[in-house]
């Protein structure tokens, strides 16, 4: 892809133009100041009577990222850890996200209590890793990332650091970008000796289908090119800023009511009555260059890295297109296991398809017709729907356990 075309001028004036802009969508996501940054451990796990401990690790390029460690569920004091897992989250989450439904629901907390050692990542940006060694949060380089870095940098990182912790393969699961993440590094042979099998829930790789009414707005009126034209690179949707441009997409074209609706299609069985504490935790911010990366695939129908226009590809990549992740680069020898649903309007049917169509591997598929994107983490009956056949598949790769 060439350089975008020029954005109307009036879109480059809209977001300065909502001086009475109301609270409706930004309502949906929660008005008030984020928690404290204490740690998932100290504010979600600990109190329920599990093991957790805070790693701090660095990047090839400075960002400084939180991991968590629960080395066995409630009833497994004193004995062996099983084998490592590794939960990475998706856009606009955080580690907290594997652990604020009960523990009888939620995903973090089933694997502790089932015997794996649990491992649970936070890429750059997100409020539990919000550093670099040099950069500050105010500087425009800090937000300089795509889920091209979060791949070839975030994701090799953390993992790297829980394969010679452990001194073993790892179990991994993703959920949405952390599929995209995940699909992308294991094109890398350096990332994928060390996965002994995956789980994708709402595997990502293509986005030609999306069918999102929001994402599909926000990608019409070039939301992305207007966002980094004007200088705005970091995404926080409980700033002012990030109100008013979610205000300015559903505006007079969508009822934003229900946001999640609109965003993720409809969710079968998420506990809505539980929103008020969900937001205590989410959103976390993103950069817009992600976005911008996540709409050229909408735009391009490509599974590629980040497109800087022809010259400065150019520089990047020697070429004048950004070259693409070659899927049959993943080894067939990888155990991938992909849960998707039939609701979902982001990870739509026919791309995870296409997806599986490209891969070398036949992995095992698990499609719920009935389950939404968001009801793959956070569905008060997932545990029955889809965790056990999760579990299942992590252990017929070898691994037995008495739990």
């Known amino acids: 892809m060439g350089r975008a075309p020029p954005l109307p ?37 600990r109190p329920l009577g599990y093991p957790c401990s805070e790693h701090i690790v660095e990047t090839e390029d400075g960002y400084v990222l939180s991991v968590q460690h629960i080395p066995h569920g409630r009833r497994a004091f004193g004995k062996t850890s099983g084998p490592p897992v590794f939960l990475q989250h998706g856009l606009f989450q955080g580690g907290d996200t594997w652990f604020v439904n009960s523990v009888e629901e939620s995903l973090g907390f089933i694997l502790a209590d089932s015997g794996f050692d649990v491992w649970v990542g936070n890429v750059r940006g997100t409020r539990w890793s919000y550093g670099h060694v040099t950069l500050s949060e105010n500087d425009k380089a800090f937000w300089d990332w795509s889920w091209q870095e979060l791949a070839q940098y975030d994701l090799l990182a953390m993992i790297e650091y829980v394969y010679s912790t452990t001194n073993s ?18 094109t890398m042979p350096n990332v994928v000796r060390m996965i002994e099998s995956a789980a ?26 207007l966002l980094l034209t004007i200088g705005i690179h970091q995404l926080n949707f409980r700033s002012d800023m990030g109100i008013q441009i979610l205000d300015s997409v559903c505006d007079g074209h969508m009822d934003c009511n229900n946001l999640l609706t609109a965003i993720t299609g409809k969710n079968c069985c998420f506990n809505a009555s ?10 976390h911010p993103s950069s817009t260059k992600n976005l911008n990366h996540l709409f050229q695939m909408i735009r391009t129908g490509t599974f590629a890295k980040y497109d800087y226009g022809w010259l400065r ?16 680069k993943i080894p067939d020898s990888l155990p991938i296991w992909m849960g998707y649903g039939g609701s979902d309007a982001l990870a739509d049917v026919a791309d995870v398809r296409r997806t599986v169509n490209e891969l070398r591997s036949k992995p095992k598929l698990f499609y719920i017709d009935k389950y939404g994107h968001i009801d793959f983490i956070m569905s008060v009956k997932a545990k029955d729907d889809v965790y056990g056949n999760l579990i299942r598949f992590f252990r017929s790769q070898g691994w037995s356990s008495s739990y």
Do not use: W
């Not at 309502?27 to 504010?43: E, I, K, Q, W």
């Not at 949405?176 to 995940?182: K, L, P, R």
């Not at 590809?313 to 049959?328: E, K, M, Q, S, T």
């Open 200 to 225: 994708l829930l709402c595997p990502i790789s293509y986005l030609d289908h999306i069918s999102s009414s929001f994402v599909l707005r926000a990608v019409g009126l070039h939301l992305d090119q």
């Open 169 to 186: 393969k790892i179990f991994f699961v993703g959920h949405s970008q952390g599929t995209i993440m995940a699909l992308a590094a294991f």
């Open 274 to 283: 539980r929103i008020d504490y969900y937001l205590e935790y989410e959103p």
């Open 313 to 328: 590809n150019v520089i990047h990549y020697g070429r004048l297109h950004p070259p693409a992740f070659d899927l049959a």
């Open 9 to 45: 001028a009036f879109l480059l004036h809209l977001l300065f133009l909502l001086g009475g802009v109301r609270c409706s969508a930004g309502a949906a996501l929660g008005c008030g100041s984020p928690p404290s940054t204490d740690g998932v451990c100290a504010r979600l796990i």
